[in-house]
């Protein structure tokens, strides 16, 4: 990794197929958060920039919408090459910008170009006609979406977005993160470089206050798909609600990982800590609940304590690096909260704790911290804290285990370990989540992902996400055949 990288000033938004000055003027700085140093600039858009962005996408959807499959087919493929012609310098940005690790970073880059290859699968499969009865079924694009995305996902998200527009005949404006704005513009270039017809896709850099609630309120906008946190999605969807907006909202989650007494804990312990502290725990899928048999509590202790000691924490350019720093100063504040929340409310501190890991006091580096002995009404086990902050919590009985996995307000995802893959699969069906893994930390991209009740409404992945931006008309004859 290149540590002396030159300053990056990003001062162009991609509106209509070319990069042009915004008419914001508000500038951020971008900090790196390995070394609190500056590294670029972004100029931010605002509701102007914003409102020519749905104006582009929506002149370009009267063409776009009633282009083939084998078009969207070709775009999907072009996309995906110059994705992965441009993976070095994806990868570099999001180790300076971000903070992701060596592999990480690779392993963001692949998936971001892999979506447009899944999108174009699923596409090609889907059953755009259908015949029910005496009607024709015809699911056409629903108009042009938005898409609002996260710091910590910001290539992968933007990806699964656009490619499922692109996929589903749609035209979209996308509002990523201003954090993470080295890797769109690398995104954005990426775009113009395979060629798309101009206002398919458009990207303005800006705050949620002001480009977020342009696309929320704005009426030309159709669909908003939303990643982050429950409390913007509720802003969102309550501003969507007055154009009746179609959202897709994933959002956190406070999953929890069932240890089954069954399971062999010098496996199932050490995979928890990469569920709960993968992407340094800043990943709203993390196992940061786990559940474990109240008379092995001991053992798991120790075990765990061996795991975080084995789990390198560093900078994101040295090998072996698993967890790397947060993203920034507020993240690194709001971590550091919460691990003081949990001191003072009794729980067990079994390894970790507030301030930073010795010899990396600059950058926003945590200790990643184990609590034992939590109790279900600590905050530590309610809250959403996105860092590397694990909480322990005992059962006496399967039946006890199910009940405090699902008492909680979100339903992302949950995680099972045992044995018996039957009882596994028993246990799974009683979890209140939209995603159970059971007994491995893997991912089908094919698959619906999203979350029940506070963690989100609808889902993305493969045929599911593709059917959120369509909308299925009926046409009825008395004789449909030949249509």
């Known amino acids: 990794m290149n540590r002396n990288a030159v300053m990056k000033l990003i001062d162009k938004v991609y509106i209509n197929g070319e990069f042009v000055k915004p008419d914001g003027t508000e500038r951020m700085n971008i900090i790196n958060p390995s070394t609190e140093e500056l590294i670029g600039q972004v100029l931010l858009g605002n509701e102007t920039d914003t409102r020519k962005s749905i104006a582009a996408a929506k002149e370009a959807f009267i063409t776009y919408s009633r282009t083939s499959i084998e078009e969207r087919g070709l775009m999907l493929q072009r996309i995906h090459d110059a994705i992965l012609s441009r993976a ?41 006609t259908r015949h029910i009865g005496k009607a024709k079924v015809v699911f056409e694009p629903l108009g042009v979406a938005a898409a609002i995305t996260p710091w910590n996902a910001n290539n992968s998200q933007i990806a699964i977005k656009v490619a499922t527009a692109i996929s589903a005949g ?55 798909s939303f990643t982050g946190s429950a409390n913007t999605a509720k802003a969102i969807q309550h501003s969507a609600v007055d154009t009746m907006k179609r959202v897709v909202l994933e959002l956190g989650g406070k999953s929890a990982n069932i240890i089954l007494d069954d399971a062999d804990f010098t496996k199932a312990i050490p995979r928890a800590v990469t569920s709960a502290f993968g992407n340094h725990g800043q990943m709203c899928i993390a196992g940061s609940r786990l559940l474990v048999p109240e008379h092995r509590l001991d053992e798991v202790k120790e075990l765990i304590k061996l795991a975080v000691e084995n789990t390198k924490v560093g900078y994101p350019w040295e090998n072996d690096t698993f967890i790397g720093p947060l993203m920034n100063e507020n993240q690194y504040k709001r971590v550091q909260r919460y691990i003081k929340i949990g001191m003072e409310e009794g729980a067990d501190l079994v390894i970790g704790g507030e301030g930073h890991p010795e010899g990396l006091e600059k950058g926003y580096f945590v200790k990643p911290t184990v609590f034992a002995n ?29 009940e405090i996995a699902n008492d909680t307000e979100y339903g992302l ?20 989540a939209g995603t159970v893994l059971i007994n491995d930390v893997i991912f089908e991209m094919r698959a619906p992902y999203g979350g029940f009740k506070q963690s989100g409404i609808g889902r993305e992945g493969g045929i599911y996400g593709l059917e959120e931006y369509l909308e299925p008309k009926t046409i009825l004859s008395s004789n449909l055949e030949g249509n």
């Open 88 to 128: 070095a310098d994806l990868n570099q940005a999001c180790m300076e910008e971000y903070g992701a690790t060596a592999k990480a970073a690779e392993f963001r880059t692949q998936i971001s170009a892999d979506s447009f290859l899944l999108a174009k699968e699923a596409m090609e499969a889907f059953e755009f």
């Open 170 to 224: 749609c035209t979209i404006v996308v509002k990523a993160s201003e954090f993470s704005s080295i890797q769109t513009q690398i995104l954005a270039e990426c775009f113009h470089d395979a060629g798309l017809p101009a206002g398919v896709v458009n990207i303005v850099y800006g705050l949620g206050t002001s480009v977020g609630a342009e696309l929320s309120r704005n009426p030309d906008i159709a669909l908003i």
């Open 374 to 402: 939590v109790t279900r009404d600590m905050t530590i086990a309610r809250e959403e804290i996105f860092g590397p902050v694990l909480s322990i919590l005992t059962y006496r009985t399967e039946e006890e285990a199910v």
């Open 413 to 432: 995802g949950a995680y099972i370990s045992s044995s018996n893959l039957e009882k596994a699969n028993r246990i799974a069906s009683q979890l209140v």
